[in-house]
């Protein structure tokens, strides 16, 4: 599978391009600058594509058939760009790639996004973006997957997690971890249109989506 990567450049995203350098699948990045291209070349994208989720991809999304999205505006942006990345650019997104017929889209959430009205003040605001563009996925006819997330860490990962629809404790999962969900959805027929919490756990992730 030809999958275009959204946040290549971020702490997932390049756990991601390593993992999927050792896959079936090809990875294109989105870059935002030249210069970032040869070291995600490096980690393992197969190519490298310039664009910015705040403008239209289409012409960078050209001839792939999957997108994962594990971009962010990150936590030292004020609330606007969190709108414009992990809203909007989401959305805007989704959109793209319904117009270049591709199938299949993932993408990263957060625990708690489906009531963000319920979280800590100070992350409603990001909670609120995530929980539109998830909704905007589910209603686009794609064939979506939403990963949930806990509390993100960047231990080395176990590649055990815990999947649920809804993970009643605010685990911790590191990064790397993600990722391999990230890839291992992919292939797994069990997370379409499925969406799920996820946090570090017993169980290898291959098994843990098989029981979706």
């Known amino acids: 599978m030809h999958v275009f990567i959204a946040g290549a450049n971020g702490q997932i995203g390049q756990h991601l391009l390593r993992e999927m350098a050792n896959s079936d699948h090809e990875a294109r990045a989105l870059i935002r ?31 792939c058939n999957a997108v994962i999205f594990t971009a962010g505006s990150g936590p030292h942006t004020g609330p606007d760009k969190t709108t414009d990345v992990d809203q909007d650019g989401a959305i805007r997104l989704i959109d793209t790639a319904m117009a270049n017929g591709i199938k299949r889209f993932i993408i990263v959430s957060s625990m708690r996004a489906e009531e963000p009205e319920k979280g800590p003040e100070k992350l409603r605001h990001y909670l609120q973006a995530k929980h539109n563009a998830d909704e905007h996925l589910k209603n686009s006819g794609l064939n979506y997957t939403i990963v949930r997330p806990g509390q993100l ?41 499925r969406v799920f919490d996820v946090v570090s756990g017993d169980t290898p992730v291959a098994e843990a989506l098989a029981k979706l």
Do not use: W, Y
């Not at 070349?41 to 050209?62: H, P, R």
């Open 33 to 63: 600058h030249p210069e970032q291209g040869p070291e995600l070349l490096q980690l393992g994208a197969t190519e490298t594509v310039l664009g910015d989720l705040e403008q239209d991809c289409s012409e960078a999304m050209k001839g």
């Open 153 to 193: 860490i960047n231990d080395e990962g176990t590649g055990k997690v815990s999947v649920s629809a809804r993970q009643e404790n605010f685990g911790k999962i590191s990064r790397q971890d993600v990722a391999r969900v990230l890839l291992a959805a992919l292939d797994a027929d069990t997370t379409v249109n």
